[in-house]
């Protein structure tokens, strides 16, 4: 470590981010290499809680070699790990006075750099192509030209400006994600929402008070908010006052008031919103959020483990007049690079998420919800818990909607839904109003979507990709170009293989590693998108002005270029050196690799192969691990299918030490194992499965990961993206 702390402050003075000081005797903090048996709180803390709020990026030191990030404190050396960088990169944005930095812009760009540099290390996924997307239209759809899909504007936000010459006046969106019914609320209870839940969710909620634009930014949105102040008071908090306009409507011509706008806020902050299934941390960034939230009802003891004294009032938030609402943000929130989303609220159904004998009420120290809101039953149930669960997935007409369109019929055989014009919507952030009268989105798949779409059962092919599928397109595109036309573009994000970081094997980040050098990615992307696209060596998009600024800034990233050699090097280096009797490896079949008792968890011990021939030993008092992986795959899926031959039947994966073993399944049981229960859709009850291959995109105008990589254990299992534990993060106590 000393070698590495001369190397750093000889280069200290040409390092890009700045020249901090620093001690050149300083130890580096002794690393964590388990956290199995230690008590969140007593034995360790992150990191970022520890020190974060206080560093700025002029005292970060870059390792040249590596791309990591460290920082000074109390004699110790501490290297940043993707908690703290996620955060910082954040909520750490204040320019420094050195003149290195001169906007928030650019502190922001170099926590990114650090952010992406440290995920390619830790490797949490395996991007294995980014391609080209190419969207076909019907031709009786006008308007794609003029107004076309790009990766942050999709069809069901760009059909607001379209036009359909069909006789009913319509538009058939296709999908190959199957709708799960979340569609009121698609993010309830899941860390991410699937991409047709949310697009459904999009088309039938709008008059929001913040907007993402076309061109992935956010603006107040002027149809909705007749003036916005913003006051930053002397504690460090924020107060945005929102002036609405009086004129606002549901779809069956109710007025929109500002309470619409608190009410999901509040329904799902607090233990009755835990009991619905979803997070319970709603609002979380105000003032007076965690009073709020272990408020439990007049009749609800203080929970004992806890120094938070309840309050019914939601101290943070204010209805000042029917169509006026306040929000201060909490000075720890602040400040933050995406701080106007703060003053993003959307409008909802008070009956939705309150039923009927519940109302929103303002005394003058903040809002709070009748008492009628916390009635239990005799089994210490919330009753109202129900009435929320409810609106998550409610699908009808019985409670009206505040975006361009509104449902007007869910088939739950074949999970498509039919929805119809909102004449009531007064318009997007452009004041624009839908001309199509009805929306069908459906599940298409990918093998038969080209034929759907010429059999008219599908008005837009959106995101095609794949080599033969994209080649097809175009030919079908040229060849008939009075009935289709297409737009393309550069994708904003990839297909991966990703990982239940915390199950078997793919909790350690050498084989993360080796499965990316017995990988040919290059091939693989080629193979798949026919030449119409790439891979990238982490989570960005290419396209966007933080990845720019981080190339320009010489971002070290590495490739994972094909190697077995390389791969069983860092797997040896991690341990995988045993045979299951604790022997040495053979050389031949599965590695096992030795782990102490203390380091692990119950699920490890009883970890094994689908098949059961392959699991967890125990020699004397330690514990073998075998190198098998559980995949599943999603059917009719072209992605899994060159998965078998690209990954678990793969020449080097073998010849590595590897043993793959597949299960293939519809999507949602899929995520439903990933999240392990979290969807109630069919999980086994039993941690399986820690490889899965699927999607993600970087289509959101923030790139905020904050509170996604936390080790607090609410927040790993409620909010995690991968279920990854970067040890760098933890700050052991005592």
């Known amino acids: 470590m000393k070698k590495l702390i001369s190397l750093l402050l000889a280069l200290v003075m040409v390092l890009a981010l700045g020249a901090p000081a620093f001690a050149s005797e300083a130890p580096k903090a002794e690393p964590v290499t388990s956290i199995a048996g230690l008590e969140y709180g007593t034995d360790y803390v992150e990191l970022y809680e520890q020190f974060g709020s206080d560093v700025t990026i002029d005292e970060v030191i870059e390792d040249p070699d590596t791309g990591y990030a460290y920082i000074e404190r109390d004699g110790q050396l501490y290297e940043l790990g993707m908690d703290f960088l996620s955060m910082a990169m954040v909520y750490n944005t204040t320019v420094p006075e050195d003149g290195y930095w001169q906007t928030e812009d650019d502190v ?8 992406i540099q440290r995920w ?41 400006d379209w036009t359909s010459e069909k006789d009913d006046n319509s538009i058939f969106l296709g999908n190959t994600t199957e709708l799960s019914g979340r569609l009121r609320s698609s993010s309830y209870g899941v860390s991410s929402p699937g991409a047709g ?67 999901a806020m509040l329904a799902n902050c607090g233990p009755v919103a835990l009991q ?44 000042l ?26 409008p909802q159904p008070l009956n939705l998420w309150l039923g009927d004998d519940v109302d929103i009420m303002d005394d003058g120290d903040g ?76 599940r298409i798949i990918s093998e038969t979507q080209l034929a759907d779409f010429q059999a008219g059962g599908v008005d837009v092919l959106s995101g095609v990709t794949g080599g033969d599928a994209t080649d097809e397109a175009i030919k079908l595109v040229n060849d008939n170009p009075d009935k289709y036309v297409a737009t393309h573009y550069s994708r904003a994000g990839y297909g991966k293989l990703g990982f239940r970081g915390d199950l078997g094997p793919a909790q350690f980040k050498e084989v993360r590693e080796a499965i990316a050098y017995c990988l040919d990615r290059a091939t693989f992307a080629k193979d798949f998108t026919g030449g119409y696209g790439g891979v990238t060596d982490g989570p960005y ?10 190339l320009a800034d010489g971002m070290l990233l590495n490739s994972y270029n094909t190697s077995v050699d ?96 597949q299960t293939i399944g519809e999507f949602n049981p899929m995520l439903d194992e990933l999240y392990q229960g979290a969807l109630g859709v069919s999980y086994s009850g039993t941690p399986t499965y820690n490889c899965f291959n699927f999607a993600t995109g970087f289509t959101s105008a923030a790139y905020d990961y904050s509170w996604n990589w936390r080790l607090d254990p609410y927040w790993f299992e409620n909010n995690s993206v991968c279920y990854i534990k970067d040890m760098a993060d933890v700050y052991l106590l005592g």
Do not use: C
């Open 108 to 115: 922001y760009a170099s926590w990114w750099k650090l952010y």
């Open 120 to 160: 390619n290390s830790l490797l949490p996924e395996i991007p294995l192509y980014s391609n080209e997307y190419y969207d076909i239209y019907n031709a009786e759809i006008k308007g794609t030209d003029e107004h076309p899909t790009n990766p942050y504007w999709g069809p069901a936000s760009a059909l607001i």
């Open 197 to 263: 839940d949310l697009d459904v969710e999009n088309l039938i909620t709008g008059l929001e008070t913040v907007s993402t634009t076309k061109e992935g930014g956010y603006e107040v949105n002027p149809t909705v908010v007749e003036n916005l102040e913003t006051v930053d008071n002397e504690d460090g908090s924020r107060t945005y006052t929102i002036h609405l306009y009086d004129d606002l409507k549901f779809s069956d011509g109710s007025a929109i008031t500002a309470k619409n706008y608190v009410v």
């Open 276 to 319: 619905a299934g979803g997070t319970g941390t709603s609002g979380l960034n105000f003032v007076g959020y965690e009073a709020f939230n272990a408020y439990g009802g007049p009749d609800a003891a203080p929970a004992e483990d806890s120094d938070i004294e309840p309050s019914k009032t939601f101290a943070g938030v204010r209805l």
């Open 321 to 346: 007049d029917e169509y006026t609402l306040q929000v201060t943000v909490d000075a720890q929130y602040m400040p933050y690079f995406y701080a106007i989303t703060y003053a993003g609220l959307s």
């Open 367 to 442: 809002i709070y919800l009748s008492d009628s809101f916390y009635e239990m039953d005799g089994e210490g149930v919330y009753t109202h818990a129900q009435q929320i669960s409810d609106a998550v997935w409610d699908h009808s007409q019985d409670y009206p909607y505040s975006g361009p369109y509104m449902i007007e019929e869910w088939d739950e055989a074949d999970h498509s839904v039919t929805l119809v014009k909102n004449p009531e919507f007064k318009g997007n952030y452009e004041g624009t109003v839908p001309q199509i009268e009805k929306v069908v989105y459906k």
């Open 541 to 550: 998009y290419t396209g966007a002005w933080q990845y720019q600024a981080a």
């Open 566 to 661: 390389q791969a069983i090097a860092v797997l040896e280096a991690g341990g995988w050196v045993y045979n299951a009797d604790g022997t040495d490896y053979s050389g031949e079949g599965v590695r096992y690799k030795k782990i102490p008792a203390a380091e692990m968890y119950d699920y490890d011990i009883t970890y094994a192969s689908v098949d059961g021939a392959y699991t967890v030993t125990q020699v004397g008092d330690d514990y073998y691990m075998p190198l098998a992986l559980n995949w599943y795959g999603t059917s009719d899926n072209e992605f899994t299918d060159l998965l078998v031959t690209g990954f678990m039947e793969n020449d080097n994966i073998k010849a590595a030490g590897f043993v793959v073993q």
